[in-house]
């Protein structure tokens, strides 16, 4: 069974950047679509970013498009998401899943049971 274990979130400044990882165990990465997504407190889950499992497709959502960057090193069985340009309102809990697929294209939408336990992202002044 697929196992994710994210990390690198942290305390930023605004206009900053962050780095953050997926490692994948208990099943070869390269099997799979996965995601980025995120929830702050009292709002709803927002998936972020996702990439398909050769990495020859992504997908954002408009509010990260052009500040984040999500890549994949299946030999490191990783999953990134670098993330510039940090704003307050991108605080949140961030967390990696797999997504479901289109052909060879992922589609924003997690698969239940699949994600990691989650890495903080704040970003203040």
């Known amino acids: 069974q697929l196992q994710l274990v994210e990390s690198g979130g942290g305390l930023v400044q605004p206009g900053g950047s962050l780095r953050l990882s997926c490692a994948a165990s208990?099943?070869?990465?390269?099997?799979?679509?996965i995601g980025w997504f995120r929830q702050a407190p009292g709002k709803e889950r927002e998936g972020v970013a996702c990439i398909s499992s050769s990495g020859g497709s992504t997908n954002y959502a408009d509010s990260v498009k052009g500040r984040f960057t999500i890549s994949r090193d299946n030999a490191k069985s990783t999953v990134y998401l670098q993330m510039n340009s940090l704003k307050p309102e991108d605080t949140a809990v961030y967390y990696c899943?797999?997504?479901?697929?289109?052909?060879?294209?992922?589609?924003?939408?997690?698969?239940?049971?699949?994600r990691g336990q989650g890495t903080q992202v704040t970003v203040s002044a």
């Open positions: 208990g099943f070869p990465l390269n099997y799979y679509a």
């Open positions: 899943a797999r997504t479901l697929t289109l052909q060879t294209l992922c589609v924003m939408t997690e698969v239940l049971g699949s």
